[in-house]
């Protein structure tokens, strides 16, 4: 009866610990807002439509002719936000992996 037991908790607690350590995939999400330079080279903001400032990134995607226009962003947000940009809140940081046009107007 106890060999049963033990098997039977090998059974159900390998699997368990197996699952647990799996890599975790990151996934994209999208943010769409007017893009602009943060005067840095490579460094980036968009204010999306809820009006948050994200802090934007890529090593990938080229974000200069996109600068002054409406677009939508497809990517990773930082799960560690930088700190209190002294609005009150952290500044969420975004790494971009695809940029698309977005349809609507950047306010001048």
Do not use: W
Not at 16 to 35: D, E, I, N, W, Y
Not at 44 to 50: A, S
């Amino acid at each position: 009866m106890r060999r049963r037991l033990f098997v039977y908790a090998i059974l159900v607690v390998a699997p368990a610990l197996t699952f647990s350590q799996s890599p975790k995939t990151k996934t994209h999400s999208t943010v769409t807002g007017c893009l602009t330079s943060t005067g840095q080279p490579n460094e980036y903001q968009l204010v999306d439509e809820k009006g948050i400032t994200n802090l934007v990134y890529s090593a990938t995607v080229h974000l200069d002719s996109y600068v002054g226009k409406s677009v939508t962003l497809t990517g990773e947000k930082d799960a560690t936000p930088s700190a209190d940009n002294g609005m009150g809140r952290p500044t969420p940081h975004f790494k971009v992996v695809k940029v698309q046009p977005a349809s609507g107007d950047c306010k001048k």
